[in-house]
């Protein structure tokens, strides 16, 4: 405040480097649990998983059942198949419903980075809530070695295991992909539920009704065609191109569509 | 140095900012004035790359504010108090952006004492931040990056007549160390104090710029407002001259300039105890200039645009 600095009308920016990707992303992977409601999802995918797997190992246990390692892996892939998409429409909607996609943007200007960081950190958590589906299965299993050596088995694939790591980020993404389609929690998590529950079903009907639509339904059907990626049996160029087709339509274009969206849109507060 | 060159936003059919050029200039404060859907708030969100502009474009230091890398160093930006994550506390909002920007930890502490919230205010969430409370981490977020431009809409919004003293010094402080400021208000006594240029918007075009001697240079002064210790003398002086007076309140209003009344006085030797002109200055200044362009397109000036 001393002396009045000789104010200069241009900003020097040969000082200035773009602000690292590892940055963001470890900025956005903070921003997912620091507050109550992101904190909370995290910890009840984790509490979740674990309650139905002690639930399983129980009536296992209880009924004398024959089980195996797949068998625990297995219910938690169903419980973060459900959860892990609510994660990822979370990450991305959230800066819309709270309106900080104002800072957000202003403080990174290339959105695509922002919304890129967000994906990886999708990624990560998906990864994190699989350890714990497998470390908490891996616990049961032992639980139930110990109750009934016989009828336990450690049978884990490795199949099994690229699976569910593939099927689950799958799941994340899908979420994802409709999130920057729609920027709202509300509506997004209704689309996501209709697309991974009814839209099956009726395309199940209308393929069994009408002959010629069997045979798009094999290219459009996303959850049916990548059926076959939970035991990592895909066989033959066909089925790979038809989850691949399937894919680009549920998964690549809405997160293409929403990409754009997202760059040309204006950032209201 | 802020340049706006020609902007302009349009929205359908209507015309939020329409065609619109000022400089703010670097070691001053410059107030963006306008009443609500004015256009201020418009021209800030394309500045910083928030909105695209439909032609026209606004540079910074030189630059498109999309071009500046890591721009939370270089431009200080507070939009809207209100839009953050209502349930991230004060300091968590701060430690995102100071981590975003690449800024040490204790620049968060550093900002939290210069806006003036304590310990126990950074822990609590934002939801129960009051807006004064809330303007003051806006601002401490816009400062955190030590930025040469700042950009504060509507920032004294809010703040207690403390709070806006306090702004008007660490604003002033800013600019006369070489920083370029510039805020909108709606209301003029808040920038008349501190602004050193101001640009007037109305209806998204701008009436008046320049500083509070030029605003006012084209103001006509015709009526008086005048006390004397003696009104009854004063009174029948200015009635012998043909000048015509009626009492308000206390003192007098003589319907000529400052000036003859002035000269009167001193000729009869009057003691006067205020003398200045039955013009608001700049309040009237500014709602003749806004209202102009709101109600009355038939003016001289091309007709705005059509109203929302």
Sequence with gaps: MSVAAAPSPTLDLSGSEHIPFL????????????????????????????LFLVIATIITIVQDEPVRYVDFVNI???????????????????????????????????????????????VLLTFASLVVGLVTGLICTGVCELAAPDATSWELGLDEMAGFVVTQTLAMLGGFAIATLLLNTAASIVVFFLYRFVIPVI?????????????????????????????????????????????????????GIGMWRILRAEVKG | MIT????????????????????????????????????????????????PPT??????????????????????VLLDASAQHAGRTGREILTLGAQTMGLPVPRVDEMLELVSLNQTEAKRRLRNYSLGMRQRLGIAHALLGDPSVLILDEPANGLDPAGIRWMRGLLKGYADRGGTVLLSSHLLNEVELIADEMILIGHGRIVAQGNKEQLLAGVKHTATHVTALDNAQLTSALAAKGIAVTPAGSGLRAEVPPVDVGRVAAENAIVLTDLRSAEGGLEDLFLELTSDTQRDPLADAPAPGVPA
């Design chain 1, 23 to 50: 940055r963001l992303v470890k900025v956005e992977l903070r921003k997912s649990y620091d507050t109550r409601a992101g904190f909370w999802l995290l910890l009840s995918i984790g509490i979740i998983v674990g």
């Design chain 1, 76 to 122: 938690a892939a169903y419980i973060t198949g459900l959860m892990l998409p609510i994660l990822g429409i979370m990450l991305v909607t959230s800066e819309w419903t709270q309106r900080s996609a104002m800072v957000t943007f202003s403080l990174e200007p290339r959105r695509t980075h922002v919304v890129l960081a967000k994906l990886v950190v999708g």
């Design chain 1, 203 to 255: 395309f199940g009907i209308a393929g069994a009704l009408i002959g010629w639509f069997e045979d798009v339904r094999l290219w459009i059907d996303f959850q049916s065609a990548m059926s076959p990626i939970y035991d990592w049996a895909l066989s033959g160029g066909k089925e790979w191109a038809q989850f691949i087709v399937s894919g680009i339509l549920w998964l690549v274009l809405p997160l």
């Design chain 2, 4 to 51: 706006v060159d020609h902007l302009t936003r349009k929205y359908g059919q209507f015309t939020a900012v329409d065609d619109i050029s000022f400089v703010a200039e670097p070691g001053k404060v410059t107030g963006f004035l306008g009443p609500n859907g004015a256009g201020k708030t418009t021209t800030m969100r394309v500045m910083v790359g928030l909105t």
């Design chain 2, 55 to 76: 032609s026209g474009r606004v540079t910074i230091g030189g630059h498109l504010y999309q071009d500046i890398p890591n721009p939370g160093r270089h431009v200080g």
